[in-house]
């Protein structure tokens, strides 16, 4: 079993639909938890980070952890053509040594 | 400044050459990483400085060598590369090690070995 899943998609949605990209992970350690977004050949870009179980809010962006489940989830409002690109869910231990991607969903947002 | 440099952005090295590639950041972190991604995976961890010290080598082969001049800057020197170490190069930085809440990762270098 991987430490860290995801659905590497391809996930196609038309221009203002609510999107839904998770992760799943098997090590109890990990504390922090970040989403990353990445669009081609570019270098992935901090969207949010959240802290042991919750929810986090920024603008059109919802992060979600369930801990007891290891699960977590990132929503996306009204999503844009522009939001168009891979999304990595990464997560750490809380002394941060151990920083760990999931191999990312590539998402579409179709006009 | 937001912002880590990378330099060049794409570069072409034929498996003789040797070539390096550059990192800058003037946020104040003390802590910078190099990246390796290959096509439609997730970046793996190469290298991570802390306070200019090399802190980890995830078993990178010595074709690849890293250099941390000062606190801002991060090298990669690269030697006899193969084909299959055509990539993308991200580097990295944090404000401290062990960086519990993510890093910041420049746009990369395209390498490409011929």
């Known amino acids: 079993q991987k430490e860290v899943e995801q659905d590497p998609g391809p996930l196609s949605v038309p221009e203002g639909a609510i999107v839904s990209l998770n992760c799943t992970y098997s090590?109890?350690?990990?504390?922090?938890f970040m989403w990353y977004r990445q669009y081609s050949r570019k270098g992935p870009e901090l969207l949010m980070y959240?802290?042991?179980?919750g929810n986090k809010e920024d603008g059109r962006f919802t992060a979600q952890v369930d801990k007891s489940s290891k699960y977590i989830s990132l929503f996306i409002r009204d999503s844009q053509p522009s939001d168009s690109a891979t999304y990595l869910c990464?997560?750490?231990?809380?002394?941060?040594?151990?920083?760990?991607f999931g191999p990312g969903t590539r998402l579409s947002v179709l006009p | 400044d937001t912002e880590v440099t990378q330099t060049p952005k794409h570069l072409v090295m034929g498996m003789t050459n040797k070539k390096s590639l550059k990192c800058e950041q003037h946020?104040?972190?003390?802590?910078m990483y190099w990246y390796k991604q290959k096509a439609k995976k997730p970046p793996e961890l190469m290298f991570v400085?802390?306070?200019?010290?090399?802190?980890i080598n995830e078993s990178v082969p010595s074709r690849f060598s890293p250099e941390c001049p000062n606190s801002s800057l991060l090298n990669l020197h690269l030697h006899a590369l193969q084909p299959e170490d055509s990539a993308l190069y991200l580097c990295?930085?944090?404000?401290?090690?062990?960086?519990?809440?993510?890093?910041?990762f420049g746009s990369g270098t395209r390498l490409t070995v011929v």
């Open positions: 990295a930085s944090s404000q401290g090690p062990g960086q519990k809440d993510g890093y910041t």
């Open positions: 090590n109890s350690a990990f504390q922090y």
């Open positions: 959240t802290y042991s179980s």
């Open positions: 990464a997560m750490s231990d809380n002394y941060g040594q151990n920083f760990v």
């Open positions: 946020m104040g972190h003390r802590a």
């Open positions: 400085y802390s306070y200019e010290k090399l802190s």
